[in-house]
């Protein structure tokens, strides 16, 4: 069926397809270079591989003076992105059904509300954010960023699962209601099940753009303790001593690996998210 | 059970939707609401099971005032028409839902659950998901997920509709029979009037929000209070002639048909009235003869149909045995029974 | 009854809470510190009255003989340096001596009192002299006082007592901490430099708006739309690749084909021309990547959004118009565009907003150079309050930079909202419990 649609009897596709081929081509490129540039070694001036090598991947077994060690910044991006996943699916399945569900006062305007900041530009507050952390005494911990990032991803949470509450039919609940169970209940156990895919789906979007996130943690989380990759890596970058981008990208693969994992796999998850609008 | 609505009313907003209904469904009744789409059957039954609030009035069961006690309380069971089951549980787990929030043991809710599936017939399905049944299938769960926790009330809000013809059929006898067994008392509520016949022991015809008349249903059929109530119950349907009032007969638009009927003694004349006629009473038997021409012929198998038009343009229709010697455009004398005749004011009010 | 409210009022107040601590409250603070000087230099607590070199000078335009009397040393012979001479545990002869012959001489220098104590009849060595004098100095340059009432109390000691007016002006002369002003936004009014990153910025929203959030992200809908469903899906997912992609990567693999031994460096150098950085080389090639870049992040939204807005057309159309003999860019022309009205107004708004607010991409690829060549407002925002070079981090100018653009994102969500009628988006809970 939808074969059938796409491709129109009367036109070739072939065009198209090389054409996008052919603009696709410097894109594809970088990518490739960037897994081929990390095991091999190149004359210079060439781009075609001379020999095999390990040795950009000396960053897993040796740490560098002067910077963290890989394995604890790994596991401080694990941490940061599995806590905001955690706070966002937690808050926004619970604010999601009480704005689709809930007589609850304001919910007008609260929804309203939501609707304006998932589109406002959460990163004009940033320097405020930075001086209230430093206030409150979160600047440089990994709670502090967890934090502003999950409230900062927070409206796009809760718009989409106010959307896919809407979805779930009310005769559900009404049923449950009249079976004995209180509203809690209700959606503990009967509502919740229904929308699993979608908590799937935001869960591995708030996990891959924690994973992802630069600025956040590169102001407000700097620190060697605390460092997550992305803000390692940029260090590395900038670094002038030492540059070498068999080593950067050696860093590179080691952080997007899981990212490309989890995308190929859920792809079709996340194209509805990514479609239904995020910043970027 | 007995349930009792009293000066019951409920708005949407500034939507009147049921304005004072007054309702009393006997203990061990099963009571069909039946009415056209969007005349708030639904409403009133979902206020009946807390789901909604009264915007005022009471709703009592036997003697306690339920009106403020919310669903989970009431102790009803209810049947959605698309049957509400939980996808994500089986069969038996939709049963026993609840039992479970009941807190009620693991091993006693096993054996109920049992129980009521042996009682509607499914106890090999328990383990399927609803996505794996049949519709009739889904249904039956969903009466024994109602029934399980021994419910005060039974609501049925059209469980039918989803099913085709002969599941329908089917389940009409089998909901029927396990409401006599259980001796609960059941609203059901529906927009087919053959439903409501066969299957209740009174009816409540419903018209904007009012209840119009409630009645057994053969009573309901023979003595109906308004054209609307005769119009909505029998298949084919009655058909209506319109005329006014002669010294004691009904005179059809151009005259060509007058009946003698003893309602209208007295009636002064020029009084336009509607006549209602079943097709059961035109062409078998009866005592005024009229001739008018076939339009419309058709066979339903043990029976026929025709519709016979008369000069000025009005249709009687009637039902025979089946007879092949007539076919559209033939003319026909044929009697009609006044007797049997429904003689409604203008404004649809019977004589 | 109303179990609903209360549940949900709990099951809400999480959400509220985080929104107002790191929504609200931080548009609030934008604003008020936007009306502040704060800055690394003052601190972002409370601050404390210092006489400095600079504190003097600014006082002197005002009142000349106060500045110069603050700004000389001050020795007075009195009670409490007396007493920090016996507690010292020098000869007690020295300070019998100070207190009859000396107490209450003022000496306009260290010299001066150095010379008098030399003269005494206990001959203090150089360094006792040094030790001594010490106790005696109350001048105030350099001094920390914490409190303003300390201020002036030091002031009163070194003889010098000031009028109402002029305590305020000293006081404003010598607070260290960050005080209100609307400076910041004369600063953003007047500068030229803010003019220029301003125009930098139009032209970049403008044009990366145009030609890939929009533009680009249209052709590759309507292209992957006369595609066979798998080739279209593989593009889709390409072309999905650098939203995907961590920035700090998807930069670094930009830096990596611009770079100086990169790979156009290498391709070029092919045809004899000598490396060089492409990226950062001219304003002109900067800002050819810097849109490249971000462009091809912010093609993805459009291509998803479109791609299901043209699913959505209703497939008889594209039949219709074939049987009518329509070429393929006359349906494109005809049927798609017209029925995409709605979703580019979506895109262009929310990318417009995202693309004000993002400097990830550039802060990562040129930092805004060469020069300030690609500084975008953001970016300078960012530069201004949280890394600049001088070290001096101006929170208070840079607060007042983001304020403008908090200011533009609630208009132009605001006008989101109306647009994208949110009323239809709410409906009555069915459940009355
Ligand atoms: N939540 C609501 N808000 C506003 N109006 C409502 C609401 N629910 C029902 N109504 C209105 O109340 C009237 C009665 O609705 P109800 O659902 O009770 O009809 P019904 O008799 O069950 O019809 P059907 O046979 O189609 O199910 C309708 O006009 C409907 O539009
Ligand atoms: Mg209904």
Not at chain 2, 236 to 246: M, Q, R, W
Not at chain 3, 173 to 179: D, I, L, P, Q, R
Not at chain 3, 395 to 415: D, H, K, N, P, R
Request: glycine fraction near 8%; include cysteine; aromatic fraction near 10%.
């Amino acid at each position: 069926m939808a074969q059938k649609r796409r491709t129109s009897a009367n036109f070739s596709s072939l065009p198209v397809i090389l054409l996008l081929g052919l603009i696709s081509l410097p894109l594809l490129l970088m990518y490739a270079y960037l897994f081929i540039d990390t095991v091999t070694d190149s004359q210079a001036g060439s781009l075609v591989p001379s020999q095999f090598t390990l040795r950009h991947w000396s960053f897993l077994w040796e740490t560098k003076t002067g910077k963290p060690n890989i394995w604890r910044v790994t596991f401080n991006t694990f941490i940061f992105a599995s806590s905001i996943t955690a706070v966002i699916l937690l808050v926004s399945s619970m604010a999601g059904y009480v704005l689709s569900r809930l007589n609850v006062p304001a919910r007008g305007v609260f929804l309203a509300g939501v609707m304006v900041l998932h589109a406002f530009p959460s990163v004009t507050l940033i320097i405020a954010i930075f001086v209230v952390l430093q206030w409150i005494g979160l600047y440089n911990s990994l709670i502090g960023v967890i934090l502003v990032k999950a409230a900062i991803d927070l409206p796009l949470g809760i718009w989409l699962m106010k959307g896919f509450y809407d979805t779930v039919p009310w005769e559900i609940e009404m049923a449950g209601l009249v079976d004995g169970a209180s509203r809690f209940t209700v959606w503990r156990r009967l509502v919740l099940p229904q929308i699993k895919p979608a908590i799937m789906a935001l869960g591995l979007f708030s996990f891959l753009t924690g994973w992802s996130e630069f600025i956040l943690p590169q102001v407000l989380a700097p620190g060697a303790q605390v460092q997550v990759l992305s803000v390692y890596l940029a260090g590395l970058i900038v670094d002038d001593n030492n540059f070498d981008f068999g080593t950067f990208k050696a860093v590179g693969v080691f952080y997007v690996v899981p990212v490309l994992i989890l995308y190929v796999f859920f792809q079709k998850h996340l194209m509805n998210i990514y479609g239904g609008g995020t910043k970027g | 059970m007995r349930i009792l609505l009293e000066k019951f009313s409920k708005s949407f907003g500034s939507t009147k939707v049921i304005e004072d209904m007054d309702l009393d469904v006997g203990s061990g009744e099963m009571l069909a609401l039946l009415g056209p789409s969007g005349c708030g059957k639904s409403t009133t039954l979902f206020s009946i099971c807390g789901i909604h609030r009264p915007t005022s009035g009471r709703i009592l069961f036997g003697n306690k005032d339920v009106t403020d006690l919310p669903s989970q309380e009431r102790n009803v069971g209810v049947v959605f028409q698309s049957y509400a089951l939980y996808p994500h549980m089986t069969a038996a787990e939709n049963i026993g839902f609840p039992l479970t929030v009941r807190r009620v043991a693991t091993a006693e809710i096993r054996k109920r659950v049992a129980e009521i599936a042996a009682l509607v017939h499914i106890d090999n399905l328990l383990d399927r998901r609803p996505s794996q049944l049949s519709g009739g299938q889904q249904q039956r769960v969903a009466l024994a997920r109602a029934l399980i926790r021994r419910p005060d009330v039974l609501l049925l809000d059209e469980p039918l509709a989803n099913l085709d013809a002969k599941l329908r059929l089917e389940m009409r006898s089998e909901i029927r029979r396990l409401q006599k067994e259980t001796g609960i008392t059941a609203i059901l509520v529906t927009h087919d009037q053959v439903e409501a016949m066969s299957m209740c022991d009174r009816i409540a015809i419903m018209k904007a929000g009012e209840i119009v008349q409630i009645a057994t249903p053969s009573e309901m059929y023979n003595d109906p209070r308004t054209a609307f109530v005769a119009g909505f119950l029998g298949n084919p349907p009655i058909s209506f002639l319109k005329g006014t009032a002669e010294q004691g007969e009904f005179v059809l638009g151009d005259g060509s048909i007058r009946l003698p009927l003893a309602a209208l003694s007295g009636m002064p004349d020029g009084t336009p009235l509607m006549l209602g006629v079943r097709p059961e009473h035109f062409g078998n038997g009866g005592d005024v003869p009229v001739t008018g021409r076939i339009s419309f012929a058709e066979t339903q198998g043990r029976e026929n149909l025709y519709d016979v038009m008369f000069a000025d343009g009005s249709v009687l229709r009637s039902i025979q045995p089946v007879r092949g010697d007539l076919k559209p455009g033939d003319d026909v004398r044929w009697n009609l029974d006044s007797k049997a005749a429904f003689v409604f004011a203008e404004d649809g009010r019977r004589l | 009854m109303r179990t609903s409210r209360t549940l949900g009022l709990v099951m809400i107040a999480p959400a509220a809470i985080m929104i107002l601590l790191f929504y609200l409250m931080p548009v609030i603070l934008t604003g008020v510190f936007s009306m502040t000087n704060m800055s690394t230099a003052t601190g972002i607590s409370g601050g404390a009255f210092q006489v400095t070199q600079g504190a003097v000078n600014r006082l002197r335009t005002e009142m000349p003989e106060i500045a110069d009397a603050i700004s000389e040393p001050r020795f007075v012979i009195d009670e409490a340096g007396i007493a920090a001479v016996e507690a010292a545990g020098l000869a007690s002869a020295i300070a019998a001596e100070l207190r009859t012959e000396h107490l209450g001489e003022v000496h306009a220098s260290r010299r001066e009192a150095e010379r008098m104590i030399k003269a005494l009849k206990e001959r203090p060595s150089t360094r006792q002299t040094k030790q001594i004098s010490d106790f005696f100095n109350r001048s105030v340059i350099n001094t920390r006082f914490e409190s303003r009432e300390a201020l002036m109390e030091g002031l009163k000691k070194l003889g010098v007592t000031l009028t109402p007016e002029q305590q305020e002006a000293m006081a404003r002369a010598t607070y260290t901490g960050w005080v209100w002003t609307t400076d910041n936004f004369r600063v953003i009014g007047n500068s030229p430099d803010m003019a220029q990153v301003f125009v930098n910025t139009a032209f970049y929203v403008a044009v990366t708006l145009l030609l890939f959030n929009v533009g680009y992200a249209l052709f590759l809908a309507v292209t992957t739309h006369y595609m066979p469903a798998t080739t279209a899906s593989i593009f889709r997912a390409i072309w999905l690749l650098p939203r995907i992609t961590p920035v700090v990567i998807y930069v670094l693999m930009w830096k990596w084909l611009t770079w100086d031994s990169g790979f156009i460096s290498m391709f070029m150098g092919q045809f004899g021309h000598p490396p060089k950085n492409y990226l950062l080389d001219s304003a002109y090639n900067a800002w050819f990547f810097v849109i490249l870049i971000n462009g091809f992040i912010g093609a993805s939204m459009g291509m998803l959004v479109f791609s299901s807005a043209i699913k959505a057309i209703p497939e008889a159309q594209f039949h219709a118009s074939e049987v009518d003999g329509a070429s393929r860019w006359q349906q494109i022309r005809y049927i798609i565009l017209p029925q995409l009205r709605w979703p580019i107004l979506f895109v262009t708004c929310y990318q417009t907003l995202s693309l004000l607010a993002s400097f990830n991409e550039i802060l990562l690829s040129t930092r805004g150079g060469p020069g300030r060549a690609t500084e975008v407002w953001s970016l300078a925002a960012y530069h201004t309050a949280l890394q600049n070079y001088t070290g001096n981090l101006e929170y208070g100018l840079g607060a007042a930079m983001a304020l403008v653009l908090v200011v533009i994102g609630v208009i132009l969500s605001l006008i989101y909202l109306r647009v994208f009628r949110y009323d239809t988006l709410i409906s009555k809970p069915l459940i009355e419990d």
